[in-house]
């Protein structure tokens, strides 16, 4: 515990740069010196992407979930999401045949996400290891599970240390989750509006280890205090202990979660494990709520189209003839409210014609009492093919959303039709 106390003492409210208190501390201790994680599937993207997926799997007593939740990876993204992240898995178990088979799994159903290089395996040898023997025992911990735990946040550390180069973001998921459509999107753009606010992650599930998305450039430190306190205690509370150590007082999580547990039984001797995730939604067929607001728009309408056409719940559609780059059309609710999904149709139904091909939606927050506007919008997605269709994420500062406006970002060829703006709200 030396090297957590000189941290602790060299902390003082006056500071602010407290990762490079750590990365001073680390000078001395090169845990990571004799490690050589091998790759066993797949290469590396010549160039950095944005987002790194990284899990952990090992052998488990009863049955693996791993290509269940590289499925989900994948299918739950769209095309162009894909473009934008590397998945990056760590065959963490020394059993060479347990290997041996799920590199043939993993080669013959994802083939072709390995040749666009979307997707990398790679093992940690067991030389590269700290003692296993011999370790501290907390908590009266049994020495089994202590070093079932211990080992893990090596593998979690050789994971991390391997994706550091590879892209701006690395998001950790445990090995048998599934993910909500979308879910790139939405980090993309939770992450482009905390782009420039202090933090060390950003959670987008509260279970364990998983949907804790790093800056790749904190990564080292992290590896290193993993590494430092492998023996202490599990990595999800070592991840507390390090936001501490760095100022992070309260996690900065977002609702509802990305990520749900689907397995049954824990990785350590196969017990039962029921463990869900209650803030996880899974897509929402019901009705959209639409409530009481008023429609503000900067677009030109025909005389017989009336801006309340594209709210309302019935088949009545706003026809703008006309639209301008900066043009908007904005929904006004009545009284503040916590909105979780957002729907926005434009062009006709049957030909898709009238489509608003650039723009995006935003969500307003009010904090002057305004009547027709808000003063402070956060962007929520872009149209694509003239919609948009997704959840609304909101940290635990529980903010009520006043506004939705659609923004048009590029001048239309020809007028444009919105058919419906869809509110949902708790």
Not at 2 to 13: C, K, L, N, T
Request: proline residues 5%; aromatic residues 10%; contains cysteine.
């Amino acid at each position: 515990m030396v090297a957590w106390q000189r941290a602790r003492m060299q902390i003082s409210p006056s500071r602010t740069n407290h990762l490079e208190t750590f990365k001073d501390i680390q000078k001395n201790s090169e845990p990571l010196k004799n490690v050589n994680s091998c790759i066993l599937i797949g290469a590396p993207p010549l160039k950095k992407r944005l987002l790194t997926i990284g899990i952990s799997s090992m052998k488990r007593p009863q049955r693996s979930y791993l290509l269940d939740t590289l499925e989900s990876l994948f299918y739950s993204s769209s095309l162009s999401e894909q473009k934008h992240f590397i998945v990056l898995v760590h065959l963490a178990d020394p059993d060479p045949m347990w290997r041996g088979q799920v590199i043939s799994n993993i080669s013959t159903i994802f083939k072709p996400y390995i040749q666009a290089s979307q997707l990398v395996v790679i093992n940690t040898p067991l030389k590269s290891y700290l003692p296993l023997k011999s370790l501290k025992r907390n908590s009266n911990d049994a020495p089994a599970y202590v070093a079932f735990r211990s080992k893990r946040n090596m593998d979690y550390a050789f994971l991390m240390n391997f994706a550091t180069n590879h892209s701006d973001y690395f998001l950790m998921i445990e090995d048998d989750v599934k993910c909500v459509p979308g879910f790139v999107t939405q980090i993309a753009t939770t992450v482009s509006a905390w782009e420039n606010k202090p933090w060390v992650t950003l959670e987008f599930s509260p279970l364990g280890f998983t949907g804790k998305l790093f800056r790749t450039k904190d990564l080292p430190c992290f590896v290193n205090f993993l590494l430092l306190f492998y023996q202490e205690m599990p990595c999800d509370s070592l991840l507390s202990h390090f936001h501490d150590l760095l100022m992070q007082q309260t996690p900065v999580q977002f609702l509802p979660s990305l990520f749900q547990h689907m397995g049954n039984y824990f990785s350590f001797e196969g017990k039962l494990n029921n463990l869900k995730d209650k803030e996880f939604e899974e897509d929402d067929i019901s009705s959209p709520n639409n409530p009481a607001a008023s429609i503000y728009t900067s677009l030109k309408a025909t005389n017989d189209s009336v801006p309340m056409n594209a709210y309302s719940l019935n088949k009545n559609f706003f026809y703008a003839k006309s639209a301008e780059a900066g043009s908007h059309l904005t929904v006004v609710l009545d009284s503040p409210a916590k909105v979780f999904r957002v729907q926005v149709l434009t062009g006709s139904d049957l030909k898709g014609e009238n489509q608003l091909k650039e723009g995006q939606i935003e969500l307003g927050y009010d904090f002057n009492d305004q009547i027709n506007d808000c003063d402070d919008y956060i962007l929520l997605g872009l149209l694509v093919n003239g919609i948009l269709n997704k959840q609304v994420l909101s940290n635990k500062s529980g903010k009520k959303v006043k506004c939705v406006r659609l923004l048009v970002t590029a001048t239309p060829s020809s007028g444009i039709i919105v058919r419906h703006i869809n509110i949902w709200v708790k």
